[in-house]
């Protein structure tokens, strides 16, 4: 006879996620709070933005802060949470924490579950209390590379060298990049930097890693923000319009330079596929995208990867003004890491600003469509390392 265990478990059926509440902490030039003060003034405000109360709040996720992230942190905010998340995969973390965020509640494992990310990283750094790091560590794998001299930025700079003699792609394909981010940037009272580029301004700037000038990488700032996903039985008693999670995908590449197979080629080309098949859309549906940009080449291949181009075509098509705000694709609606901010693991600024432009709360940085209505969908793409690992969402409005 056919034990217990052998009988068909019947299961519950999945619920529908919303992101119910985003906010920024104070960014930029922040000298004086700590990193923990940044989360909870993040934290404070996304909840208020909810309009939740919360006690609703049974899940916390969080990365970068702490000896045992996310529970210090969690305590630091008076949180004690019965589902935690410390993945922690760079600049995609939060797209990754995100999904798993996203899974439980889905499947009844948590009910509200709020992410929070702050740094001062360039406070730190300006009062000494921390140095510039060119590498990640020299144990494992990496201590293979590490002794050559081998840093961050060389890694991207040796993919964007490959993609130019691959397919042809200029320097002036990639400065126009910065070009725009810097226009979006204009319209967000809260970037760090607003005065606009020119391409000529981008490619005479401080050379820092050939080919990369100063102005093709990422700002260094301060600041923090907050998200807040919870379940479908809460949307009728928050604030504001719910951000539906549609589809979502993760993927994870290599650490060492030796083992990327093709340096044209992210993660995000994994990834993107798996959360447009879930959401059951394409890249023509989607009406702004959200972008990790350390590196002006990041957007251009991950503009490829995300199949808004071919591949090798990235630069022509970030070439024509596309990635402005009144652009045909809006990318990196807020400035983005290259002008708005980036205090560290940016992931997390592409959710709120994602959100924030399909609820219709960007002001003169609002993205409409051509027949004047609000954006109805987004993708946001983190992408961790060096081309290590991917987080992709795909989000609606309803």
């Known amino acids: 006879m056919p034990g217990p265990l052998s009988q068909p ?36 405000r996304a909840l208020a933005d909810s309009g939740l109360d919360r006690s609703v709040i049974d899940g916390f996720a969080s990365a970068g802060l702490g000896t045992l992230a996310p529970i210090e942190v969690a305590e630091y905010l008076g949180l004690r949470p019965t589902w935690v998340d410390s993945t922690s995969v760079g600049g995609s973390t939060w797209e990754v924490m995100a999904a798993h965020a996203a899974d439980a509640i889905a499947a009844g494992h948590a009910n509200a579950v709020l992410l929070v990310y702050g740094s001062t990283a360039r406070a730190d750094i300006k009062a000494r209390r921390r140095t510039s790091n060119l590498s990640f560590g020299a144990r494992g794998p990496l201590q293979y590379e590490v002794p050559y001299g081998h840093t961050l930025i060389a890694k991207y700079a040796m993919a964007a060298r490959r993609h130019m003699h691959q397919y042809g792609t200029t320097l002036d394909q990639l400065a126009a990049i910065a070009v725009q981010a810097r226009a979006n940037a204009a319209t ?30 990422c700002i260094r700032s301060d600041g923090g ?77 991950t ?22 705000s009144t652009g045909d694709l809006p990318v990196n609606t807020d400035g983005g890491g290259l002008s708005a901010c980036h205090p560290g693991m940016r992931g997390l600024f592409l959710l709120v600003e994602a959100v924030r432009q399909l609820r219709g709360e960007r002001g003169a940085g609002q993205v409409t469509k051509p027949d004047g209505t609000l954006p109805r969908t987004a993708i946001a793409s983190g992408t961790g390392g060096w081309f290590c690992s991917s987080g992709t969402l795909i989000l609606a409005r309803d």
């Open 225 to 301: 923000c907050a998200v807040l996903l919870a379940a479908a039985d809460y949307v009728p008693d928050t604030a504001k319009t719910p951000v539906w999670i549609l589809g979502s995908g993760t993927s994870a590449s290599h650490t060492t330079m030796s083992e990327w197979e093709d340096f044209t080629i992210s993660p995000a080309a994994t990834s993107s596929r798996q959360a447009f098949a879930r959401a059951a859309l394409t890249p023509a549906d989607i009406d702004i995208a959200e972008l990790y940009d350390a590196f002006t080449y990041m957007t251009l291949v």
């Open 9 to 44: 478990v019947p299961t519950a059926p999945r619920r529908r996620v919303a992101v119910v509440g985003v906010a920024l902490s104070d960014c930029g030039r922040v000298d004086g709070p700590t990193p923990y003060a940044l989360h909870a003034q993040a934290a404070r």
């Open 303 to 324: 503009l490829e990867d995300l199949g808004f181009c071919a591949k090798g075509e990235g630069g022509p098509f970030a070439d024509k003004g596309r990635l402005l």
């Open 188 to 217: 967000n009272p809260d970037a760090m930097f607003r005065d606009p580029l020119t391409v000529d301004d981008v490619l005479s700037s401080e050379m820092i890693a050939d080919p990369f000038t100063k102005l093709h990488c």
